[in-house]
């Protein structure tokens, strides 16, 4: 595997499920993102983890919980979505002190 | 002021014409200006970038053209071709030597080249 995986690339949920979602990288880099794309909006950062630790949460609602394990591997554990919850997750990674972010393919969420 | 302002939010373009798309951004402090492709079930991914130190930067048939006293930034697409098919986004942000990157990425804007 090369680069940013992500896993399951589509994911089907009723709104009082609880699922993960899976984000590794393979490229050495030492801080991770969490973004949400929905249509024709601007992608909105939801998380970083900087050395494995949270530097940001942009007053994402509770039920979003991130974890990062380590510098490689990265969840989203979700409960008790909404419908409005909808959209494709990316992951991404980059090198810290560089600006350059690699994106996974994403995870296409829907929530019923 | 952080925002990133991408229009138009679609693009219609015969084979071998040029494809332009523009940005506007209010932060003057931002000093990297990426624009990413994202190809449909896929990523994006980083396409072209230019600082503010250059008003234009060219890769292949791929330019960007940069108006620090404007604020404004766009990317023009020469000789498009039909695998020029995708969304494109604007992007800005401000480099940390020692932290994560933070991106604010323009709204996009889907890009179809007609055979």
């Known amino acids: 595997e090369t680069g940013v995986t992500q896993t399951p690339r589509h994911l089907v949920m009723g709104m009082t499920n609880k699922k993960s979602l899976k984000c590794e990288q393979h490229?050495?880099?030492?801080?991770m993102y969490w973004y949400k794309q929905s249509a024709k909006k601007p992608l909105e950062l939801m998380f970083v983890?900087?050395?494995?630790?949270?530097?940001e949460n942009n007053s994402v609602p509770s039920r979003f919980s991130p974890e990062c394990p380590n510098s490689s591997h990265l969840f989203l554990h979700l409960h008790t979505l909404q419908p409005e919850d909808s959209a494709l997750y990316l992951c991404?990674?980059?090198?810290?002190?560089?600006?350059?972010?690699?994106f996974g393919p994403g995870t296409r969420l829907t929530v019923l | 002021q952080q925002q990133v302002k991408q229009s138009p939010q679609s693009l219609i373009v015969q084979k071998g014409g040029i494809s332009i798309i523009n940005c506007a951004y209010e932060?003057?402090?931002?000093?990297?200006f990426p624009w990413y492709q994202q190809f449909p079930g896929k990523g994006p991914a980083l396409l072209i970038a230019?600082?503010?130190?250059?008003s234009e930067k060219k890769e292949g048939r791929f330019t960007i053209s940069f108006n620090k006293s404007a604020k404004q930034f766009s990317l023009h697409i020469m000789d498009s071709q039909p695998g020029d098919s995708a969304t494109y986004f604007c992007?800005?942000?401000?480099?940390?030597?020692?932290?994560?990157?933070?991106?604010?990425f323009g709204s996009g804007t889907r890009l179809s080249i007609r055979p």
């Open positions: 992007a800005a942000s401000l480099t940390s030597y020692s932290s994560a990157s933070k991106i604010i």
């Open positions: 932060n003057t402090a931002f000093d990297y």
């Open positions: 230019i600082r503010p130190d250059v």
């Open positions: 490229l050495g880099h030492n801080a």
């Open positions: 983890y900087s050395l494995e630790e949270r530097v």
């Open positions: 991404a990674s980059s090198q810290l002190g560089t600006d350059t972010q690699y």
